[in-house]
């Protein structure tokens, strides 16, 4: 591994890192922006690509955030709180 892969691993992880914290785009084509380009560039093979998508912790974990990200767009949770403290008169 010579600089250059090095600098672009630091340039998708930064990238990761912002679109995560940013919320630019979902979670999981995040991830897969990441992985994509570093297949591209040459740093990734396919076959550790494919090997990475078939790792079942990494599935788990990429199905984690895509239904934590489906939650916060539907509302779940405001609306379960605001059911389950209707008679509250503040927020303490």
Do not use: C, H, W
């Not at 890192?17 to 591209?40: A, K, Q």
């Not at 599935?59 to 059911?83: C, E, N, P």
Request: glycine fraction near 8%; proline fraction near 2%; aromatic fraction near 10%.
């Amino acid at each position: 591994m010579n600089y250059l892969d090095a600098i672009l691993v630091i340039v998708v992880l930064l990238f990761i890192i912002i679109s995560l914290y940013r919320n630019l785009v979902g979670p999981g084509f995040t991830f897969s922006i990441g992985v994509i380009f570093l297949g591209i560039v040459g740093i990734l093979t396919p076959k550790e690509i494919m090997l990475g998508f078939a790792n079942e912790q990494i599935a788990i974990i990429l199905l984690l955030l895509m239904i934590g990200d489906m939650i916060r767009k539907t509302s779940l949770v405001a609306i379960l709180f605001d059911r389950m403290f209707r008679k509250s008169r503040s927020y303490k």
